[in-house]
């Protein structure tokens, strides 16, 4: 899961940027912000996709309209992607992975049903880069991470190797997930090389998909608003009459309190981003180990520090692509990738990342998309040159 990445966001509309604030401001002039609930569950409580999730809007009129729906959608939709708690009368992601090795059909409502879909394709069209079936050797590493900088150590050698054995190839996929298109069911068959259990992780794009989803029905009002969930998966929204546009600042990994760039998200648009600065820990000799594994070697990459993806619509896949980007090699790794999945989704993709060099300076890769709405002035010291390709 990609948390707290995204640092900064004001609109341009105003003289200055303001800090996100917690609270609704009751003012007509101001922007308004809410944040999503909890939700009440047996005699605690549970954090919708386990992050802070902000509605903005440019007007406290239009907040009062949009927040009720914004509350009860985006709870929802936490309730129907939890991989851990199961809820009365629905089928979510924890329910499937309870039925695994069963042989049992569980009947899923759409969202449910189209995710594990999109989840599916993306973790072939990316060949396991994205993998949905993550969910076991994560579990291995998830209790490592932090927010804030902590020494700790790996997970046993041997654990993750068993449960790599657990995460299911890309070319067998359907055959160990079963969908039924006609029923949207689903039956969760058992993988030969698993000696403990699949089990299925949405994490990484369930913010995404949510957002898409709650997008869909919030700009039916026609105002204007932006939905930052967990700091990292945002989607905004501005009616065609209007013109806005939302400044995104990237947080620098070197320097967790400034920001690598910032960048101009015009009107209607997706942005997602991770980083390795967001969860993880660090090791005696002072290596990272963020939350973005490998599904190969079970161990997160140190390829890259930072990935953003922008697009006009489909967060989603905007959110899969960058957690494949720090399991790629290469350039052209990426590339392929953005190419294989404009191609099957027929939409238009532009990217950014931030790779290592030394002394705590990098090289930031952007496309010439991308590189255009870059404010320039922005630009961090550390950032040694940025590489259009």
Known sequence: MKKIVISLLCISLFSSCKAIKEEIIPYDDEPSYSVLDTISYNDDFVV????????????????????????????????????????EGLNNIASINNNYGKEEELILNDEIFNIIKEAITLTKLTDGK????????FDLWRDKFSPFPVQNAD?????????????????????????????????????SSCEDKVKLD??????GYALD????????????????????????????????????????????????????????????????DSNYFILEDGTIRHHILDAETGYPNTYIKEA????????????????????????????????????????????????????????LVTDANFNKYIIPSSIADNIINVEVK
């Open 48 to 87: 919708p996709f386990n992050t802070t999730v902000k509605l903005e809007t440019l007007r406290y009129a239009d907040m009062q309209e949009l927040e009720p729906i914004f509350q009860d959608t985006m709870q929802t939709y936490g309730k129907y992607f939890d991989a851990f708690h199961e809820y």
């Open 130 to 137: 994205f993998n949905l079936t993550i969910g076991t050797l």
């Open 155 to 191: 997970p046993n050698g041997e654990d993750i190797k068993r449960a790599l054995g657990c995460v299911v190839d890309a070319n067998d996929i359907e055959e160990v997930i079963e969908l039924n298109e006609e029923n949207h069911s689903v039956i969760f068959h058992s993988y």
């Open 202 to 207: 949405v994490g990484a794009i369930a913010k």
């Open 213 to 276: 989803l709650c997008k869909d029905i919030l700009s039916e009002y026609e105002k204007p608003f932006l939905i930052n969930a967990g700091a990292s998966s945002i989607i905004t929204y501005v009616p065609g009459n209007e013109n806005k546009t939302w400044i995104i600042g990237i947080r620098n990994p070197y320097a967790r309190v400034l920001t690598l760039f910032d960048y101009a998200l015009d009107n209607s648009a997706t942005f997602t981003t991770s980083g390795d």
């Open 308 to 363: 953003s993806i922008t697009s006009s619509e489909k967060a989603f896949i905007s959110d899969a692509l960058t957690t494949a980007f720090f399991n790629c090699v290469t350039l052209e790794e990426r590339l392929d990738l953005i190419n294989k999945v404009e191609e099957y989704y027929g939409i238009t993709l532009s990217y950014a990342y931030f790779e290592e060099t030394a002394n705590e300076q990098g090289r």
